[in-house]
């Protein structure tokens, strides 16, 4: 198998993951349009006052205007979650094929150790290996370049947008985002060290076991029953004490984000409030601003 997981990935699904980006890209411009939208309707649709509204050659009342951009915003969202409906179930089925190519390739390579190795190697492991451990690489193998491109694509649409209805309020999205990037790694980096040593345990504990059970008759023959129960003891336990770090850091990234998820809205409804009243910002625009926020936050 190859040294990086990208080159492996890239390698047998290139042409899959250029798709991907493809149909990534297309999803952009119907944001952007999901966010306009709202605001031409309250502004123009709802407290326009000059009508009729031409538009595409055609005459509209302010009814007709209101009922053409409402319906225009529901078609903007149905494209949406159509493009990203399309994204996740190619993403799925590429990410089930390499997983299987992975399993194959893996066992192919294991079968293919000298006697005295293949010996040597649990069962057990292998098939921890293989079924349990492998099977969280499926969705990553599928999101490892198109997830980059959505979600900072998406990040950039979003706060562009954001911008370009008020600097200001734009900026202060952007100020939470310095410390997140600098704590939430380091604290994520951690759960993946301590989701290694509790692989590393539960492939010991699946060895033990193994062990015991193929050689039973031996490990009663000398009694050693207690003895490997208590092995396996030690090992649950040392595996419930990572479980309970993995929890604890889990929860407390979520609770970082959440805070500071929290705070961009007082900073919106604050300076925006402000602008509103004192008319250099429409009430559209606000509106618009918080709905990309809202998708702005994932």
């Given at each position: 198998?190859?040294?990086?997981?990208?080159?492996?990935?890239?390698?047998?699904?290139?042409?899959?993951?250029?798709?991907?980006?493809?149909?990534?890209?297309?999803?952009?411009?119907?944001?952007?349009?999901?966010?306009?939208?709202?605001?031409?309707i309250?502004?123009?649709?709802?407290?326009?006052?000059?009508?009729?509204?031409?538009?595409?050659?055609?005459?509209?009342?302010?009814?007709?205007?209101l009922?053409?951009?409402?319906?225009a915003?529901l078609?903007?969202?149905?494209?949406?979650?159509g493009?990203?409906?399309?994204?996740?179930?190619?993403?799925?089925?590429l990410?089930?094929?390499?997983?299987?190519?992975?399993r194959?390739?893996?066992?192919?390579r294991?079968?293919?150790?000298?006697?005295?190795?293949?010996?040597?190697?649990?069962p057990?492991?292998?098939?921890?290996?293989?079924?349990?451990e492998?099977?969280?690489?499926?969705d990553?193998?599928?999101?490892?370049?198109?997830?980059?491109?959505?979600?900072?694509?998406?990040?950039?649409?979003?706060?562009g947008f954001?911008?370009a209805?008020?600097?200001?309020?734009?900026?202060?999205?952007?100020?939470?985002?310095?410390?997140?990037?600098?704590?939430?790694?380091?604290?994520?980096?951690?759960?993946?060290?301590?989701?290694?040593?509790?692989?590393?345990?539960?492939?010991?504990?699946?060895?033990?076991?193994?062990?015991?059970?193929?050689?039973?008759?031996?490990?009663?023959?000398?009694?050693?029953?207690?003895?490997?129960?208590?092995?396996?003891s030690?090992?649950?336990?040392?595996?419930?004490?990572?479980?309970?770090?993995?929890?604890?850091?889990?929860?407390?990234?979520k609770?970082?984000?959440?805070?500071?998820?929290?705070?961009?809205?007082?900073?919106?409804?604050?300076?925006?409030g402000?602008?509103?009243?004192?008319?250099?910002?429409?009430?559209?625009?606000?509106?618009?601003?918080?709905?990309?926020?809202k998708d702005l936050a994932a």
């Amino acid at each position: 198998m190859a040294e990086r997981m990208t080159s492996f990935v890239w390698r047998h699904s290139a042409r899959e993951q250029l798709t991907l980006l493809a149909i990534t890209l297309c999803s952009f411009p119907i944001i952007w349009m999901t966010l306009e939208l709202p605001k031409v309707i309250i502004n123009d649709a709802i407290g326009g006052e000059d009508f009729p509204v031409e538009m595409f050659g055609y005459e509209f009342e302010q009814i007709e205007y209101l009922l053409a951009l409402c319906f225009a915003y529901l078609t903007a969202i149905a494209g949406n979650y159509g493009v990203k409906f399309v994204q996740n179930m190619q993403r799925g089925i590429l990410g089930e094929r390499m997983l299987r190519r992975m399993r194959f390739d893996l066992f192919r390579r294991v079968m293919g150790r000298p006697l005295r190795r293949l010996k040597e190697t649990s069962p057990g492991e292998l098939v921890q290996l293989i079924s349990a451990e492998l099977a969280p690489i499926g969705d990553f193998i599928g999101a490892i370049i198109v997830t980059p491109e959505a979600q900072g694509g998406s990040f950039l649409v979003y706060l562009g947008f954001i911008i370009a209805q008020n600097p200001l309020i734009g900026a202060a999205t952007l100020a939470r985002y310095p410390l997140q990037a600098w704590l939430i790694p380091k604290l994520q980096a951690r759960v993946v060290a301590m989701i290694r040593l509790r692989l590393i345990n539960i492939r010991a504990m699946a060895r033990e076991i193994n062990e015991s059970i193929d050689g039973a008759t031996e490990v009663r023959a000398l009694r050693a029953r207690r003895w490997h129960m208590a092995i396996v003891s030690r090992q649950l336990y040392d595996n419930y004490k990572i479980r309970r770090r993995i929890f604890i850091l889990k929860f407390l990234i979520k609770f970082v984000n959440n805070v500071a998820n929290h705070l961009t809205p007082f900073f919106i409804f604050l300076i925006g409030g402000y602008f509103v009243i004192e008319g250099q910002l429409d009430i559209g625009a606000l509106t618009a601003v918080l709905i990309a926020y809202k998708d702005l936050a994932a």
